[in-house]
């Protein structure tokens, strides 16, 4: 039992370049979200799922997409990565709202320079 | 909005002596709230929970009590280890009317030493 897979766990992007992260979970979660955390800011949610086909905009979505076309997974995509998107990223899955609690995975810290 | 307000730290302690770390919150309906760790270069673990009033969460020797009146769900462990040191969040996840969002609080950073 994997859990929440996030890949890669470093990575360091130039200004402007995209790239995507990525999320799979084997537990057959519905609810899926992203989260990034930056020092003396907890955690922000950027993005969520509550299901296949179905996303929405969290706390700080501005500079992301995602998408959700299986149960699995939920790619986080930066468009035009900028310095202020420097973070550890998270994703988190749950089977309910999140009233039972989320899985998080292990985290991709991203540097953009 | 709902929000969480957790204790500043960081929280230094010698193994053996007791922990608080104290968490409010505001929200509508009937929250369930929760309490994390997070170990240096992981990502959060759930440590316990409470899905409704007066219900007490535990898990390796961490308790923490849902307390409607006060709208606290303070953490308490009552003799700390080395192993212990983390950073502790409190979170809560809203009725089905904010499906699939959770609110943290900033952390904590607990520190033990021996």
């Known amino acids: 039992n994997a859990g929440v897979t996030q890949t890669p766990k470093f990575q360091v992007l130039k200004t402007g370049q995209s790239m995507t992260l990525q999320c799979a979970q084997d537990m057959n979660h519905e609810y899926m979200s992203w989260y990034r955390q930056d020092p003396g800011m907890g955690l922000r949610l950027i993005h969520y799922?509550?299901?296949?086909?179905?996303?929405d905009q969290g706390e700080v979505p501005n500079g992301y997409n995602v998408s959700r076309s299986t149960t699995e997974d939920f790619p986080l995509r930066l468009l035009s990565a900028a310095p202020s998107q420097t973070s550890v990223y998270f994703c988190a899955s749950s089977y309910s709202n999140g009233v039972g609690g989320y899985t998080f995975g292990s985290g991709t810290r991203l540097t953009v320079v | 909005g709902d929000s969480v307000t957790q204790m500043e730290g960081p929280v230094t302690l010698s193994e053996e002596a007791f922990l608080t770390i104290n968490c409010t919150y505001t929200a509508t309906g009937y929250p369930s709230l929760f309490w994390y760790v997070q170990y240096p270069g992981e990502g959060l673990q759930l440590l316990l929970k409470a899905t409704k009033a007066d219900d007490k969460g535990s898990n390796k020797g961490f308790e923490a009590t849902y307390r409607k009146e006060t709208t606290s769900f303070h953490l308490e462990k009552g003799s700390v280890q080395v192993s212990d040191s983390a950073v502790y969040f409190c979170?809560?996840?809203?009725?089905?009317?904010?499906?699939?969002?959770?609110?943290f609080g900033d952390g904590t950073t607990l520190t033990v030493k021996p």
């Open positions: 979170a809560l996840s809203g009725d089905n009317t904010n499906a699939g969002k959770s609110t």
């Open positions: 799922s509550v299901g296949a086909g179905i996303t």
